[in-house]
């Protein structure tokens, strides 16, 4: 079955008799089309898309979906239509009000969100070639540590070296945090520069195909902190706890409390300040949100799942450590885009 037609199928479970997608990134995922805007209408047995003077000629050309051209005059068929609550303004939504008087608009947040979290063979196909790119860029990163590089330069470092071998975008700004910057967790680089001695995370990812990679490692920098090296095994035996509980039918929440009953046996728990993990694919961040009280605790994994594992301790002023694969849940279990966590990630 088609995406569109996946799709449509909810139609009815919603009561609609449209639905109308906007989110370029939605647009991307139903009709591989790139556009900046646009307006896709999905009805039970079909679907159109309307765009602009700048984008007739490609999207036609293409042939993904019937193609027209949107212009005030249109008008929709009178009905109840849904439309993405989570993308489009309040301004918006009135001004399809005044445009299209005779619709019975319905509000639906992220309509595509549980479509988008199974993944096909060919988005894991592209997945994979964004991991293989993201982990290239790490040990590229990794190669570049000296004392006196600062986390700017080795930033750029895995910039440049994943756009030249294929990236069209990053994920996100890469992380990269020397000492005490590690503990914390979306610390941006920085001119703090390498010493001996000292914890360095990595936290960055490539766009293959569309389609993100997200990891993280740790390394010591010559004589690991004691401390730190503690959090490190406890972290890496969470990350290996959680990903053995993942197999189709699991509940969000048991993944994520496999992980905690680590940091809870050693009385660190409080040091552990995000979610678990998060769905990967179009976008870095997704449905589901692993998180054992979270919105998607109850959610039972499916075949085809994409998303991250990333447990992290943090000790404020000291250092941290995050361990974070992305991968797929197949028949039995979590299969990792990356390999496998180090025992003893010393380096220099």
Known sequence: MNRIARLQDRLLHWHLDALLIENPIDLLYLTGLTLSRGRLLVFADRAELWVDGRYFTYASEKETVPVRLWDSQVSLPAGKIGFDSSFTSVEARAQLGREQPQAAWQAIAKPLKEIRSVKGKDEIGALQRAADLTWRGILHMKSSLRVGVSEKEVAWEFEQFVRMHGASALSFAPIVAFGENSALPHHRASLSRLEKDQIVLFDVGAVVDDYCGDATRVYFFGSPDPELKKLYAWVREAHLAARR???????????????????????????????????????????????????????????????TIEPGLYLPKRGGVRLEDTGFVDETQFCSFYPELEENPSIG
């Open 245 to 307: 509980q993942v197999r189709p039918g699991a509940k969000i929440q048991e993944i994520d409390q496999a992980a905690r009953k680590v940091f809870i046996r050693e009385g660190v728990e409080n040091l552990f300040i995000h979610s678990l993990g998060h769905g990967i694919g179009l976008e870095t961040h997704e449905f589901p949100l692993l998180r054992k009280d979270g919105s998607d605790a109850e959610l039972a994994l499916q075949k085809g799942m994409v998303f």
